[in-house]
């Protein structure tokens, strides 16, 4: 593992860095991106950095710096020989009182790069009465303020899941914790409109462009309970790709399903065009 932080590469990513006063850390005001690497190459870079200046707009924080954001990456991969990664981008408001208001300083940038295992390619997931807000002010934002996403995940792990797969506020299915949800009803692709509260996955627009031409794919709400008659469900996302789902709480399902396995041929066959599609 190695960190970059603010234009310096850390000497150890266990060093005291950041400060307690970081508003990051006081109120979880900030944004983040964490990005695939695929034989020492971050993959889709240039829309993962797209995303996270909205959503450090979409916050307020200002604009990050992406040019010094881009040297942080490169200087944390340099050296390493990284068959399969990942990288943590990280923009704070900075420096900040201990309370909600922010402060004045500049804005803290992170990067973080390290070796990672490969998801397998079959998982399991279970459903979540918690809803994301789609009316909330953080809707649609990839931001630092996800201890609801922890808890959510912890009670997955300790139902023997990968994931946890939550509603809206109105019952239509959104998303998972770490992840964009799709499924199959007869032999078309679904999953859920960014309407529905759920993040803008750069998987999740990926599979959707470079599925249209050969599957039936739409974007379509629906309730959550929708899992409960889907033929296939899947879970797409930046480490897990196109990732297969066995079971949704105790119902199994094929797994990969044939639509499915489709979509991954696809995926793979795509993928490997370009690192930064």
Not at 65 to 77: H, P, S
Not at 143 to 163: F, K, P, Q, R, V
Request: proline residues 7%; hydrophobic residues 40%.
């Amino acid at each position: 593992m190695r960190a970059w932080l603010n234009g310096k590469l850390l000497e150890s990513p266990q060093d005291p860095a950041l400060s307690i006063l970081d508003h990051g850390l006081v109120v979880g005001d900030g944004v983040f991106e964490t990005v695939k690497i695929e034989d020492g190459r971050p993959f889709a870079l240039t829309r993962h950095l797209d995303r996270l200046a909205r959503s450090a707009r979409g916050l307020g924080i200002g604009e990050p710096d992406l040019g010094a954001v881009r040297e942080g990456v490169a200087a944390t991969i340099e050296g390493q020989e990284l068959d399969f990664g990942r990288l943590r981008i990280t923009v704070t408001s900075g420096p900040g009182p201990l309370g909600s208001p922010r402060g004045s300083g500049p804005m803290s940038h992170v990067v973080v790069t390290e070796p990672a295992k490969r998801p397998p390619s079959v998982t399991s997931v279970v459903t979540v009465d918690w809803p994301r807000n789609e009316r909330g002010a953080l809707a649609g934002l990839k931001t630092t303020s996800y201890a609801e996403n922890a808890l959510m995940i912890e009670h997955a792990h300790d139902l023997g899941a990968s994931e946890a797969l939550m509603p809206n506020t109105v019952g239509d299915l959104c998303e998972g914790t770490g992840s964009n949800v799709m499924y199959v009803i007869g032999e078309t692709l679904v999953t859920p409109t960014l309407a529905s509260g759920c993040l803008a996955g750069v998987t999740r627009a990926l599979v959707l462009q470079w599925c249209a031409g050969e599957l039936d794919v739409v974007e379509r709400d629906a309730p959550l309970e929708v899992l409960e008659e889907a033929d296939e469900v899947l879970l797409v996302g930046t480490t897990r790709d196109v990732q297969a789902v066995s079971r949704v709480d105790e119902r199994e399902l094929p797994a990969p399903g044939p639509v499915t396995r489709k979509a991954q041929e696809i995926w793979a066959r795509e993928a490997v065009k370009s690192v930064d599609p």
